[in-house]
């Protein structure tokens, strides 16, 4: 029979999404389930990796169901998956030891703090390229060690592995215990501080210093090529990718050139640069990752500003404040009003990103007169947005040669023209969002059908772009410029307000 689709599987940090993509890229079908959010502490942010692997044994025949397709109309799966999320489990058994730490986490605050005195930014940013925050996984690894009783003993003998979302699935889907294959993609390592940026495999003195045994590590693979076949769900089928999502977005975006970057407007935000094959070195506050490797071609780098809270606030400010009912409905009431009317909002809830790498910082609003009413605040919610890209981007332009002439955009803040064309104002860029708006599914789908040989090139991929939308700067530089020194100065009052972290 033909193999007429890829199927590409997003775990993401809400939920698990299987969609179908045929030759032109096109979504053919669409599964999707939320699996549980657990906070057992403030600040601790946690998931069931079993229930994980249960909602992706539910939608991929789902979406193999919703279009009428066989198992063997697939040619290949592609998996893409919240980065940095840590789970440790028995390798005889396959049970999780305990729950996954989740991106988000912030447990690991007072041992970040010390590491960034001792011994200091420079050593981790040298290796890994990260200077230590609680964003990463391997702090998390060293948590567990020291919090959980006989597990660095079991560690060093052999008994537990260690993966992100996308190796535990992996791992799972090509037998679990009775030979599933142990391996992660370039993409994921270079979130973990464990993999040495430049040789792309994990680094001795990082694995010494946090005091990670490799046999617990997967084997790191390139982004596209054959990780094996799945035995279960889909038995016979092919996994040849695996990306971190924010990494498929930018794929599925097909920003194949050095100076191309897209953001991906969720939760929070995540814009990544194209930097070509070449290592660059933030000097300004962003992340150096791997954007992608495609089989034994060389890796290609990215710049990458993540922004912890962007549509959160806007959930914040619908599901705490009430003050709207859905998500979309903030773009009404910000349109109630003209301007912010001096009002502005830094959602630093859990400290702040790029550029800042701030844990000491909270939110603040500023600017607050007897004049302000909730639609200025609702401007002030999508403003925050706006400016803290804008951060990353002068971030960006300021390490990289080429500076950012547009940005492609994806995610579910997009659907906002009033944001949209704020970002455009913020940044002086044009925004542009694709026709295919699945950017994190259709990248794992892109390179699993590169190695697959179903597509036969990137300029192929890059023909399936096409523009849904476009919005063009219009605010006058003046204007832009004073807004833009009191967003600075609105963050400059979160910067601090935490007088030392909470030692869990
Ligand atoms: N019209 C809108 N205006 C502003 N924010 C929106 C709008 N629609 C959705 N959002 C925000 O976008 C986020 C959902 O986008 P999505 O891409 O599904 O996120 P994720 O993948 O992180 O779950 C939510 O935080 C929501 O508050
Ligand atoms: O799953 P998402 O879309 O919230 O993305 C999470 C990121 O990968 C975290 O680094």
């Given at each position: ?5 890829v199927m590409s599987i997003d775990q993401g940090?809400?939920s698990t999404r299987c969609i179908l ?9 669409v599964a999707q389930h ?18 994980i692997w249960?909602t992706l044994q539910r939608v991929v025949?789902q979406a ?10 697939v040619?290949a799966i592609g998996i893409a998956n919240q ?82 979302m996308e190796?535990w699935l992996i791992?799972k889907l ?53 990780y094996?076949?799945a035995?279960?769900v889909l038995?016979?089928v092919?996994i040849?990718a695996a990306l971190?999502d924010?990494?498929a ?191 994190v599914s259709?990248?794992a789908a892109?390179?699993a ?56």
């Amino acid at each position: 029979m033909v193999e007429r689709y890829v199927m590409s599987i997003d775990q993401g940090t809400t939920s698990t999404r299987c969609i179908l993509f045929d030759h032109g890229g096109r979504l053919v079908s669409v599964a999707q389930h939320e699996h549980e959010q657990h906070f057992p502490r403030p600040g601790w942010v946690e998931h069931d990796a079993v229930e994980i692997w249960h909602t992706l044994q539910r939608v991929v025949p789902q979406a193999l169901s919703h279009a009428d397709v066989s198992p063997e109309e697939v040619a290949a799966i592609g998996i893409a998956n919240q980065r940095e999320t840590t789970v440790l489990w028995d390798r005889r058994t396959g049970t999780p030891l305990g729950r996954a730490i989740v991106w988000q986490d912030t447990r690991t605050a007072p041992m970040v703090e010390e590491l960034r005195n001792e011994p200091g930014d420079d050593f981790f940013l040298q290796r890994c390229c990260l200077a230590p925050s609680t964003y990463f996984s391997a702090p998390r690894i060293r948590w567990l060690f020291d919090h959980v009783d006989g597990l660095r003993q079991r560690a060093e003998d052999g008994e537990v592995l260690f993966g992100t979302m996308e190796s535990w699935l992996i791992w799972k889907l090509t037998g679990g215990p009775a030979g599933g294959r142990h391996l992660t993609d370039v993409t994921n390592a270079s979130r973990t501080m464990l993999m040495n940026i430049s040789t792309l495999d994990w680094d001795e003195e990082l694995l010494e210093f946090f005091g990670v045994p490799r046999p617990m590590l997967p084997e790191i693979r390139s982004s596209a090529e054959d990780y094996g076949t799945a035995r279960t769900v889909l038995p016979g089928v092919r996994i040849t990718a695996a990306l971190g999502d924010q990494q498929a977005a930018l794929f599925g975006q097909t920003c194949f050139a050095p100076g191309e970057a897209k953001c991906t407007y969720g939760t929070g935000s995540f814009l990544l640069l194209n930097t070509g094959t070449d290592l660059v070195r933030s000097r300004h506050g962003l992340l150096t990752t791997v954007a992608y490797k495609i089989e034994d071609q060389p890796a290609v780098y990215a710049l990458e500003g993540p922004i912890a809270v962007t549509g959160a606030l806007v959930q914040w400010f619908r599901d705490r404040l009430g003050l709207i009912s859905t998500a979309p409905e903030i773009e009404t009431l910000a349109r109630s009003v003209e301007d912010n009317g001096g009002c502005y909002i830094v959602p630093a809830f859990s400290g702040l990103y790029a550029p800042h790498w701030r844990s000491d910082a909270r939110g603040v609003i500023v600017g607050l007169t007897s004049y302000i009413t909730k639609g200025h605040l609702a401007r002030a919610v999508l403003e925050a947005t706006g400016w803290q890209t804008r951060e990353v981007v002068d971030a960006m332009n300021a390490d990289f040669p080429l500076p950012l002439k547009v940005l492609k955009v994806d995610g579910g803040m997009t659907s906002d023209n009033l944001l949209m064309q704020f970002l455009a104002d913020a940044l002086d860029v044009p925004v542009v969002r694709p026709m295919a708006v699945e950017t994190v599914s259709l990248g794992a789908a892109y390179a699993a059908g590169l190695a697959a040989g179903y597509w036969p090139d990137l300029e192929v991929l890059r023909r399936n772009w096409h523009r849904a939308a476009e919005w063009l700067p219009k605010m006058s530089p003046e204007r832009r410029q004073s807004e833009y020194e009191n967003w600075k100065r609105a963050v400059e009052r979160a910067l601090g307000w935490i007088a030392s972290p909470d030692p869990t």
